[in-house]
């Protein structure tokens, strides 16, 4: 496996291979979630390339970036086991400078949910995945289903912005227990880990009720609030697959999100119906 830093050697290593580019973009603290993009990319290029950057624009000031899970060896070895052929390692230099060119998160869609609660935060994620992706070139880049809402608004960049790359959603990885492995779930206790539960059973109720054809949005809502009480939900929420308001399910064009605080840490979850 090689271990590039910089992006402009980068750009010459690949620009030189001629072979299909699969890329996974991660902030590293590697799981088994990020390891099932890996597999994707794997079976569908001939090259794989994985980054890890923990981007400082997508924090705000009072966030968590400076105790962001940073695991760099053990990041590397799953990497060279999983069969990476490249390593994008950049420093926050290699990829920012002063003054910079930005892209805006779009004025509806990039200020709800998490965008309404972390103001400011798809502008950071989207202006990094537009430079990473610039950087690699990649013929299809591979984001998980977890972060939905990260993953509408690539996807709608990449549209708009007429970009050369097939975004590839994967799908939600779980414990054994039913949380959605995150690289945040290290900060909980054992006994926040219990209470997250609640998130996921919040939406299995969901699933049970649209099971039973009760459809409308708000009587889901009402029951998925009464599963999580009393976390302090940051909201439950029940979308079309653009992101726009429903009334009722659409079986195969909805979303459900939550995002929730367990102690401290912010929790997403969702299912796509
Ligand atoms: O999902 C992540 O890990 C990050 O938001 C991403 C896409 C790598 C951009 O920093």
Redesign the pocket.
Known sequence: MKIISDPFELKKYLQKIHKSVGFV???GALHEGHIELIKNAKKENEIVVV?I???PT?FLADEDLDKYPRKDEADKKICQLCGVDVLFFPKADDIYSYDEVKVCAPDVRGYILEGATRPGHFS??LT??MK?LNIVSADKAY??KK?AQ?LHL?SLMVKQFFMNVSIVPVDIVRDSDGLALS?RNVYLSEKERQEALKIPKSLYTASQLIGKNILKTQEIKKAMFEVLAPLSIEYIEILNRNFEMIEEIELGNTIILVEALVGKTRLLDNIWL
């Open positions: 973009p991660t902030m980054s950057f923990v981007n997508q950071g994620v990094v995945v990473l984001f998980g972060d990260q690539i690289s």
